[in-house]
């Protein structure tokens, strides 16, 4: 297998990895009253909080 | 008696924004991430009806600094949580003509409140969209004041919150019709 071959494959393999649901907005959409996890939310924060390069 | 909520805002903005989208830029996420207060009261909103949108440069901006699948996956699952969408294709339009118009305008009236360089290129992005979706009741949540002249824009909120350390301040504005219909008619072909 060629590099190419290998990154395209190797990819796929991590992509896996990557939780990503992006929802597009839709201003016609009715909107949402889904109840928030707080407890998830905070666990999330925390562990984002101090990890990226903030753009301030 | 201590209020609960520990973020100070105009009373029946909630019920306002149940019916509205609210643009989130980096600012807000920042915040949302240092403090646990501001996200409570993020999450308030989102249970309340609004829809929380941003923009894909808003999100490359955080996930350029993740350095492992965690830490990419926690800003995914953060998002997701939530519920924030992502309005896509932002560039592409923003070069119709009277998008290129209003870039124009925000850029003179921008540029005219400050000496050195000019608004950042995510906030040109943000404030663009409150005109291309002037028609909904959109507003942009940010702390980047000087980057939406008040010329062209209402502020129509600003919000507080005690962080233990300091008060920290934050805006909601909307696009003005009036201001901006005003601007447009000075101008000459």
Avoid: W
């Avoid at chain 2, 308030?44 to 600094?65: Q, W």
């Amino acid at each position: 297998m060629d590099a190419s071959g290998i990154i395209d494959s190797k990819m796929n393999e991590l992509s896996k990895k990557i939780d990503t649901n992006i929802v597009f907005y839709d201003e016609n959409k009715p909107k949402s009253r889904k109840k928030i996890d707080r407890r998830k939310l905070n666990n999330l924060a925390k562990k984002l909080r101090g990890s990226l390069v903030y753009a301030e | 008696m201590q209020s609960k909520r520990k973020v100070l805002c105009r009373e029946g903005l909630l019920g306002e924004l149940s019916g509205a989208t609210l643009l989130f830029d980096s600012t807000a996420f920042i915040d949302a991430f240092r403090y646990p207060v501001f996200m409570e009261f993020l999450a308030e909103i989102a249970e309340s009806g609004c829809s929380l949108v941003t923009i894909p440069s808003v999100i490359y901006e955080f996930k350029r600094g993740a350095k492992n699948f965690d830490q990419v996956n926690s800003f995914n699952n953060f998002i997701e949580e939530l519920n924030i969408g992502t309005i896509n294709h932002v560039e592409n339009m923003s070069q119709k003509k009277d998008n290129q118009i209003f870039t124009m305008l925000y850029n003179f009236e921008a540029f005219n409140g400050r000496k050195e360089k000019g608004p950042s290129y995510t906030d040109s992005l943000l404030c663009l969209i409150l005109y291309m979706y002037r028609h909904v009741d959109i507003r942009l949540l940010t702390t980047n004041y000087r980057d939406v002249p008040l010329s062209l824009f209402d502020r129509t909120d600003i919000l507080a919150f005690d962080t233990g350390r300091e008060v920290r301040t934050t805006a909601i504005y909307k696009l003005s019709m009036k201001k901006l219909a005003k601007k447009l008619q000075t101008m000459q072909p």
